[in-house]
């Protein structure tokens, strides 16, 4: 039964200060209630949306409930709750890419009493996303050059975690070389992994050095798509990444086989394994001016 809890709270973690970086538990809401707070809605005006606006940034949130009730209750309330906070993101210009959305129902609310109100929340974490500003595209005349020297570099990666699920989201760039062609990808996966911040299970990667590879055979800058492994560890400014990019043109292998990338610094503790897609985005192939 809906039961009014008062004004709804806002726990703000000061040690994610970084520049367009944000960590936010919005809580207190109504015992069986979904309905976003109007101070919920003020912080989400004021501190959130300034910095996912013109696609700055992602979002990660994830739902929760307090005790009472059933766990299918719980879960189902814990998705209208975040499913509440992203619609007013939506309504703000934020696009559904930005956002990704979680519920734990009352998973992680042993111990605590019946009805707490920091059980009763939506946690959010924001990251910006590094924006390559690379010279005016063109099309590549055929025949299209092709090449066996590249280099990958990470732009900037998000990884979130419910129990032994993961989900990770990261941004590269992998260059020709050669012909002096770059390309860009999106590997989405979910998985199994595991973050390790207390309370909230993610970690985000920032924008990394350039790694050298080859291949067997000369393939184009744009044939990196496809099925992929990606394996993470890291905290601060220590990683260790591992891609595994299967799904090359038949017969083309990366040398070596799975590249170990050296990456930027790390927001949290996070460890992960997933299997996924590289994804070309956009389409085309484009003029690598350099850094």
């Not at 008062?6 to 809401?29: C, R």
């Not at 946690?123 to 020297?149: D, G």
């Not at 394996?231 to 990683?239: I, S």
């Amino acid at each position: 039964m809906l039961h009014r809890t008062g004004p709804g709270k806002i726990q703000v973690d000061g040690s994610y200060s970084a520049p367009g970086t944000i960590k936010a538990l919005l809580y207190n809401f109504d015992v069986d209630g979904d309905a976003v707070k109007q101070e919920h809605r003020v912080f989400i005006q004021n501190k959130v949306v300034p910095l996912l606006e013109g696609d700055r940034g992602h979002i990660w949130m994830q739902g929760s409930a307090s005790r009472s009730g059933t766990n299918a209750y719980n879960m189902e309330l814990s998705r209208k709750r975040v499913k509440n906070i992203a619609a007013i993101l939506r309504a703000a210009g934020i696009i559904d890419r930005q956002m990704q959305l979680d519920a734990v129902g009352a998973e992680q609310d042993k111990g605590h009493k019946l009805e707490e109100e920091t059980d009763r929340a939506v946690a959010l974490v924001v990251i910006p996303v590094h924006k390559e500003s690379p010279p005016p595209p063109r099309k590549i005349p055929p025949p299209p050059p092709v090449s066996t020297e590249f280099k990958i570099r990470l732009l900037g990666s998000l990884a979130g975690s419910a129990g032994p699920f993961q989900v990770e989201n990261c941004f590269f760039q992998i260059a020709d070389k050669k012909n002096n062609l770059t390309s860009f990808y999106v590997y989405s996966s979910e998985g199994v992994g595991k973050g390790l911040i207390k309370g909230l299970s993610l970690s985000a990667t920032m924008k990394g050095p350039w790694n050298d590879f080859r291949t067997n055979s000369a393939i184009r800058v744009s044939q990196f798509d496809g099925p992929a492994r990606f394996t993470t560890a890291g905290v601060g400014p220590w990683t260790s990444n591992h891609l595994n990019m299967m799904g090359l043109p038949k017969g083309v292998t990366t040398i070596p086989a799975v590249l170990d990338l050296q990456t930027g610094f790390t927001i949290g503790i996070g460890a992960s394994t997933s299997v996924g897609a590289m994804i070309l985005n956009p389409r085309e192939e484009m003029i690598y001016g350099g850094d």
